[in-house]
């Protein structure tokens, strides 16, 4: 699909990160997207992270500057640097959430100050993991737990069990691109759900969003955005979208384009 701007010009912009604005496991946002945010942010733009990760890079967030980040697939959302909404497992839910049959599962268990790991014997932990301190899940509390994420081939079949019994909790993953990921997240915490209270925040109407993303956890925000962007061709997010962008190293030159658009708008009614 060839990029096409949206007719109304957005207000503010929700990104994903992994797959959308930096490569897969990246810290790095690409120069060309990283100068584009900048022409946007002086236009009057506002931008926003919403991400599946406990905590955005600090290359990224300087490079977007964003008004507000959502993390944990929109379990934890800051507007304006200060602490706006997040939501917990209750003990009970946590409870059967890690009451899995994952033999040999890796499982990591996510507060907002930290995490707590369970690898196998003789496992290695994730890449991302080994850059981080993490404590083992053993020493997990059972309170303010905001996120958990399962590694294991056996995932989908999980999934579906903790779907039947526990309907109201949001489950990611499990499906391609992440058939051996799980993320389990608890009731409304979602990237549509983060998407919808950062644009109350910032009082901006919904139909003035627009939001990228490349995969299945974020659908929710793609469907309620103003305007959809899907980053790659994931089947599952193609109805959703409005627009596609093949990657995070074309995404610079759309909103180069976007900001084209924006500033011409803006001269034009200067003029009148």
């Known amino acids: 699909m060839s990029a096409r701007p949206p007719t109304d010009l957005p207000l503010l912009l929700a990104f994903d990160l992994d ?23 002086t236009l009057g733009v506002r ?3 919403i991400t599946g990760r406990d905590t955005p890079p600090r290359p990224v967030r300087e490079a977007v500057q964003p008004d507000a980040v959502a993390t944990n697939n929109g379990g934890r959302i800051e507007v304006g640097g200060e ?23 890796r499982v990591v268990v996510f507060t907002a100050g930290g995490l707590y790991v369970d690898l196998p014997p003789g496992r290695e932990p994730e890449p991302w993991m080994q850059a981080r ?3 083992p899940l053993a020493e997990a509390p059972r309170e303010g737990i905001v ?28 499906q391609p691109p992440y058939t051996e990921f799980l993320t389990v997240t608890p009731v409304g915490a979602h990237k549509g759900a983060a998407l919808t209270l950062i644009a109350q925040a910032l009082d901006i109407p919904l139909e ?32 959703h979208a409005h627009e596609q962008v093949a990657s995070p190293e074309a995404l610079g030159a759309y909103l180069h384009g976007l900001a084209d658009r924006i500033a011409a708008r803006s001269a034009a009614a200067a003029e009148t």
């Open 147 to 174: 996120k958990v994420g399962f590694y294991h081939p056996n995932v989908a079949a999980f999934a579906a069990r903790l779907r039947a019994s526990h309907p109201h909790l949001v489950l990611t993953g499990a």
């Open 133 to 135: 301190s993490f404590r």
């Open 47 to 49: 931008l926003a992270i």
């Open 208 to 239: 003035r969003t627009v939001a990228f993303g490349d995969s299945d956890n974020d659908q929710a925000m793609l469907e309620l955005a103003g305007h959809a962007v899907q980053l790659g061709t994931l089947p599952l997010l193609a109805p």
């Open 19 to 41: 797959g959308t604005l930096i490569p897969d496991q990246g810290r790095e946002v690409p120069g060309p997207t990283a100068q584009a945010l900048a022409r946007l942010r």
């Open 83 to 105: 602490l706006h909404a997040e939501a917990h497992f209750t003990p009970a839910e946590l409870e059967a959430i890690l009451a899995h049959e994952l033999a040999d599962a």
